[in-house]
């Protein structure tokens, strides 16, 4: 048999797809970012104002569709088109959905992502290939968190609260400026403060309350459901019954 001469095979190495991370965003700085595009209209912030300028600044357009969908908004960085789904959605729902896609243009996302999808509760984000995959969760949070302060800002959140503590009568007590526990006077305070909050600034309920624990107004000292002893007890003696 003949020898085969040894030959080297090149093989044409894959080239390594570097993934690009995305980067910490410190919260002082996304608050300042959304200060900056901070518009009123009659007391309210008015987002209208604020596509204005991005359309302006960087091509953004807003669409107000009457399509039925399950999705709140869409946020289209190839077009960069802005969707937002008016059918059966409260005023409050529609701002939200439109301040987070703000949010991810003013922060300049669409390095890291094609496209995001806003649902009720939570938002598909389509990557590029080149962003990391655990970049999802930190978009989200940085829109989110923008979004937040571009509805409420700091200075008139800080000051209706003021406001709120002497119409409804409660103040710090060693543990902060809200503290919520099991206890149902307290926790219908807190809901009572939510709610006064959602209808002064026209954002929804968990918006409010996501701005409430970024600006630290709360201590929440409540268990788990799931071990507390009174929901034990009735559950048991629902079930022996």
């Known amino acids: 048999m003949k020898k085969l001469g040894a030959k080297e095979k090149k093989r044409k190495k894959k080239k390594k797809v570097v993934s690009i991370p995305v980067p910490f965003l410190d919260p002082d700085f996304i608050e300042s970012e959304s200060y900056r595009r901070v518009r009123f209209c009659d007391d309210r912030v008015s987002l209208e104002e604020v ?3 991005l359309e302006v600044e960087s091509g953004l357009r807003v669409i107000f569709s009457n399509d039925v969908s399950t999705a709140l908004g869409i946020i289209d960085f190839s077009t960069s088109v802005v969707t937002i789904f008016t059918v059966g959605r409260s005023l409050d729902v529609q ?42 969760s930190s978009l989200e949070w940085q829109a989110r968190s923008f979004a937040s302060s571009l509805l409420m800002p700091r200075q008139v959140f800080l000051s209706y609260f003021s406001h709120l503590q002497e119409k409804l009568d409660f103040k710090s007590r060693g543990h902060g400026p809200i503290y919520l526990d099991d206890q149902l006077c307290n ?14 600034f026209d954002a929804p309920k968990t918006l409010v309350a996501f701005r409430i624990n970024a600006l ?16 034990a007890a009735e559950t048991l003696n629902t079930f022996f019954k």
Request: charged share 25%; glycine share 6%.
């Open 95 to 136: 701002r939200l959905a439109l301040a987070h896609c703000i949010g991810h243009a003013a922060l300049d996302h669409g390095r890291f992502m094609e496209s995001g999808v806003v649902y009720d509760s939570h938002v598909d984000i389509r990557l590029k290939p080149s962003t990391s995959i655990n970049g999802s």
């Open 216 to 231: 630290k107004l709360l201590t929440d000292a409540r268990r788990p459901l799931r071990v507390t002893e009174e929901v």
């Open 51 to 53: 596509c204005s300028t």
């Open 187 to 200: 926790r219908m305070l807190y809901a009572e403060i939510v709610t006064e909050m959602r209808i002064f």
